[in-house]
């Protein structure tokens, strides 16, 4: 069966149809990486269209042992191709059959680098996946389009708190303030010994009552912090609590936009892997989910790491006080993506109190 994919300017693009049928409406993101079953059950992904730039999406098959969740979470999926006969051991189904077990729909057959270039010289932001025979309500569809926000405030999040890892064992108790955050978190600071619990977002009031964390983390997850000012508000109380705050992805935006940063709309978004990343002094190469940029630091914000390829603000602190945020995410190996780094910077604060000097 045909499919389209229904740009928000009035564009369609044709394809074939995969995944599950029907409609589906919401923010188109282009992602330069290979894992699609990770982007999929990523609660960040929440909203999300996803364009996938690799020649061939689903080659290694639907592994449990990715998925960043218990479900997957995003609205639609675009691809060259989606590989009906994957090759690996650990695959389970096919990466078709997981889209349509979960009513996910999905077109193939897309020309993503070309897409891209049509998203980023247009700007485009929303679009829709239509598999449905027949179908003949574009003119209402645009409409729906148009009006769709994705700034729906933090789908995946706890409702009340959860805790990860051994009690008797921890080497350190931190928070982490839920703004739906993936799995990869708790895996590795778990494996450093380190306890989690999970609160419902930004609830310093929970976390002066609970008390006896060593330090707060505020990780990525789907939202913008421009249309939910409460958010802000109470990030800004986690800073004046003097506890060490550490945030990444999402929750670089939502410290940054406490502290005073500025931000804007990127025009070719840091979305996939092996973006390069520097201090100065070390290249990382990182994993990354976003489409802003910091363009104003306030005084008294140092800069600890930049794009190397574009020059952007990758990661900053706040002097003199125990707060620091990265824009790049974490990775399941603490070699790789500066997931080392990440976690070296919120050891420092835990033990120092700052990242001065």
């Known amino acids: 069966m045909q499919a389209t994919l229904f740009l928000e300017d009035g564009t369609k693009i044709p394809g074939a149809a995969a995944g599950a049928p029907g409609v589906a409406i919401g923010e188109l993101t282009i992602y330069a990486g290979h894992d699609p079953v990770r982007r999929l059950t990523d609660p960040a992904s929440a909203g999300q269209i996803c364009a996938f730039t690799q020649p061939s999406a689903g080659h290694w098959g639907v592994n449990t042992e990715h998925c960043e969740s218990g479900s997957p979470w995003m609205r639609g999926f675009v691809a060259r191709e989606i590989c009906a006969a994957p090759s690996n051991w650990r695959s389970a189904e096919t990466l078709d059959y997981y889209l349509r077990r979960n009513l996910i729909t999905a077109i193939e057959g897309i020309d993503v680098p070309a897409l891209q270039k049509t998203v980023e010289e247009k700007q485009i932001k929303r679009c829709a996946v239509v598999s449905s025979a027949g179908f003949s309500g574009w003119d209402a569809l645009l ?19 959860a805790s990860f890892g051994s009690v008797k064992n921890a080497a350190a108790h931190v928070a982490v303030c839920d703004f739906g955050s993936s799995h990869a978190l708790t895996r590795l600071l778990n494996t450093m010994r380190v306890r989690v619990t999970l609160l419902p977002p930004y609830d310093a009031a929970t976390i002066l009552a609970r008390g006896g964390y060593d330090g707060v983390i505020l990780p990525d997850g789907a939202g913008e912090p421009r249309s939910h000012p409460g958010v802000t508000a109470g990030v800004r109380d986690l800073i004046a609590l003097g506890i060490p705050l550490f945030g990444y992805g999402l929750g670089f935006r939502y410290i940054g936009a406490a502290l005073g940063v500025r931000f804007s709309a990127m025009r070719s978004p840091h979305r996939g892997a092996w973006f390069p990343v520097t201090d100065g002094k070390t290249l990382l190469y990182t994993w990354q989910l976003h489409s802003q940029t910091p363009i104003h630091l306030p005084e008294g914000i140092r800069v600890l790491y930049r794009n190397a390829a574009d020059g952007t603000t990758e990661g900053f602190a706040a002097e003199g006080k125990p707060v620091a945020a990265v824009h790049f995410l974490p990775c399941s190996d603490l070699r790789l993506g500066g997931t080392g780094e990440m976690l070296s910077l919120l050891f420092s604060m835990m033990k120092g109190g700052s990242l001065n000097g």
Do not use: C, E, S, W
């Not at 409409?143 to 708190?161: C, E, N, S, T």
């Open 143 to 161: 409409g729906q389009i148009k009006a769709y926000r994705f700034d729906k405030l933090f789908p995946a999040a706890v409702k009340a708190p």
